[in-house]
């Protein structure tokens, strides 16, 4: 008999939830839903119920009788929950405007979640994440948490061994678009392919094998990145495609993230930045027009699917993973997919209690983390840097305290060190407030002149 689960999604008006609505109807062959809560906070109640809506109809075009509900009582929706999504923004995209906007302003990075921007995000999300997780030890303390809240591995490592919610995984839409990409190139399925992965979110690297044991990474390096390329590959939506630096990658064999580009580009992508965001152009902006665009395609009461202009908001196929983790969970599959989980000592050089993002198992015990590819001393070195900057990022969300706020600063290789270090992270203090309360003693000493 087909297993029947509660599902519950945290920030259930997002634009995303078409997708993941329409993942989960295209498993309803391999489970049932009793109940479906969509939860948001007040703010974002007209958008829940445009989506939720949207959601009843999707499920009723494909004649399945699970109950939807929408509401903005967590605590209601989260009783007895087998499984929890999370797919919220503290702030919303205003939020996030200032993430990109005030470090471009003083010549800086601004980012998502990548520099200041993505530590920022980091605070917001961490500290919203200890109401819910203290909700849910009491009301659902055997339900899984999948995590795609960006940015993805702080907060997977802060749910984890900070909050204390082991049942977490963490996901991202990177790998399956490197999965795609690697099959398109080389003209196969991509169930021929095994991709392995070895990193952080949003800075690992990974290798292509085919199935007949032949490593392909060097060829799709050339294919992708070398002179005699066929053809532009596309970035995701969020990103500027500049050109990598070839020699680097042939020498370390392995196939880059698109975030990468802000670390082995860093003038070009900061030049890049800068003169986007002095015509006026931030990414913030874009994604406003296609929320907006979305949300009145979904008010069409006629709308009985996912439409296509969904793929235009970046950010695709996030949803679709996290069925598929939850689909996997359930009937213990054992398929590889790459996910943020503890490290268990795959990569040697980091933490081995640390969150990492690497190919795993998929089982009815969770990720259990594959063996990853070895890597070149460059490349431990950054991802050492990387993980010490995520962890003091962490440190400094769950304590609110200034000085380890600096420190993330300093670690994180996107924020020059200088004067400008502090000025900027004081600036974000500031303009952040609202959603900071771990903070408050130090925000309200910046604005008395005593820090």
């Known amino acids: 008999m087909m297993e029947s689960i509660k599902l519950v999604t945290i920030g259930g008006g997002s634009s995303y939830t078409p997708e ?101 995000k980091a605070f917001r999300t961490i500290v919203d994440y200890k109401s819910i997780i203290a909700d849910m030890k009491e009301l659902c303390p055997e339900a899984w948490l999948i995590n795609f809240t960006n940015p993805a591995g702080m907060v997977t490592e802060a749910l984890i061994n900070r909050l204390g919610w082991k049942k977490t995984i963490g996901l991202c839409n990177i790998p399956i678009g490197q999965q795609k990409a690697a099959a398109n190139e080389l003209g196969l399925e991509e169930s021929e392919l095994t991709l392995r992965h070895v990193g952080l979110n949003h800075y690992h690297f990974h290798q292509v094998w085919d199935k007949q044991g032949n490593n392909r990474t060097g060829e799709l390096i050339e294919r992708f990145y070398g002179p005699l390329k066929a053809k532009e590959q596309e970035a995701v939506k969020n990103i500027t495609n500049l050109e990598f630096p070839i020699s680097f990658l042939r020498s370390i064999q392995m196939l880059p993230c698109d975030y990468h580009r802000y670390y082995f580009l860093e003038k070009e992508m900061l030049e890049d930045a800068v003169a986007q965001y002095r015509e006026g152009h931030i990414r913030a ?44 969970i359930i009937t213990d599959s054992h398929e590889t997919l790459t996910v943020s989980t503890v490290n268990h000592g795959v990569i040697p050089f980091l933490p081995k209690d640390s969150v990492v993002e690497v190919s795993a198992m998929i089982t009815s015990q969770g990720a259990i983390p594959l063996a990853t590819p070895v890597v070149p001393k460059v490349l431990e070195g950054q991802l050492q840097l990387m993980k010490k900057m995520e962890l003091v990022t962490v440190d400094a969300a769950i304590s609110g305290d200034y000085h380890t706020a600096l420190q993330a ?35 309200a000493a910046i604005k008395e002149g005593r820090l």
């Open 20 to 120: 993941l609505v329409e993942g989960m109807i295209l498993r309803s062959h391999l489970i049932s839903i009793s109940e479906w809560w969509f939860v948001d906070v007040p703010e974002g109640e007209e958008k829940l119920n445009i989506v939720v809506e949207l959601a009843k109809r999707m499920v009723e075009k494909a004649g399945l009788d699970w109950k939807i509900k929408a509401t903005l009582n967590r605590q209601e929706a989260l009783k007895d929950a087998d499984f929890v999504t999370s797919q919220f923004r503290v702030g919303g995209l205003d939020a996030r405007y200032l993430d990109e906007s005030i470090p471009l302003s003083m010549g800086i990075i601004g980012q998502e979640t990548n520099g200041a921007g993505g530590i920022f």
């Open 409 to 443: 600063f300093f670690l994180n290789p996107l924020i020059p060190n200088g004067s400008e270090t502090e000025r900027l992270l004081k600036e974000l203090l500031l303009a952040h407030e609202t959603y900071l309360p771990q903070f408050q003693p130090t925000i």
């Open 285 to 328: 902006a874009v994604v406003k027009d296609v929320e907006k665009e979305l949300f009145d395609l979904y008010q069409n009461p006629n709308l009985k699917e996912k439409p296509k202009q969904l793929e235009q908001r970046g950010g695709a196929y996030y949803s679709d993973i996290a069925c598929q983790i939850i689909v996997a």
